[in-house]
Nanobody, 126 residues
Framework: QVQLVESGGGLVQPGGFLRLSCAAA????????IGWFRQAPGKEREGVAC????????YYTNSVKGRFTISRDNAKNTIYLQMNNLKPEDTAVYYC???????????????????WGQGTQVTVSS
């Protein structure tokens, strides 16, 4: 059974940091590109970052470049999203998802993912 389980969200002050984890089960992580997406209340789902298999190339939406880093640990079947210098506008529910589509397209079209996690809430507020 395919599963993606996010964790690591929470409340953090502006300028702070969090590391999100996405634990994968039921499939071979190496076979898929993995993306992180977020959705804030009243807004559309947005592609944040993606890591490509097998070379590990990474892709980011402009608003998080230089602040967020996506990485993968195949031995642990886990994808990470390190988020630094967090801003109030980063507040959202964050999801990970897998896809066979290329990362650049995936970030623009989240519907290209076939399995999603349940999400983890990130709140940036003083």
């Amino acid at each position: 059974q395919v599963q993606l389980v996010e964790s690591g969200g929470g409340l953090v002050q502006p300028g702070g940091f969090l590391r999100l984890s996405c634990a994968a089960a039921g499939f071979t992580l190496d076979d898929y590109n993995i993306g992180w997406f977020r959705q804030a209340p009243g807004k559309e789902r947005e592609g944040v970052a993606c890591i490509r298999t097998p070379d590990g190339n990474t892709y980011y939406t402009n608003s998080v470049k230089g602040r967020f880093t996506i990485s993968r640990d195949n031995a642990k079947n886990t994808i990470y999203l390190q988020m630094n210098n967090l801003k109030p506008e980063d507040t959202a529910v964050y999801y990970c998802a897998r896809s066979l589509s290329n990362c650049a397209r995936l970030l623009e079209a989240s519907w290209l993912s076939d399995y999603w996690g349940q999400g983890t809430q990130v709140t940036v507020s003083s």
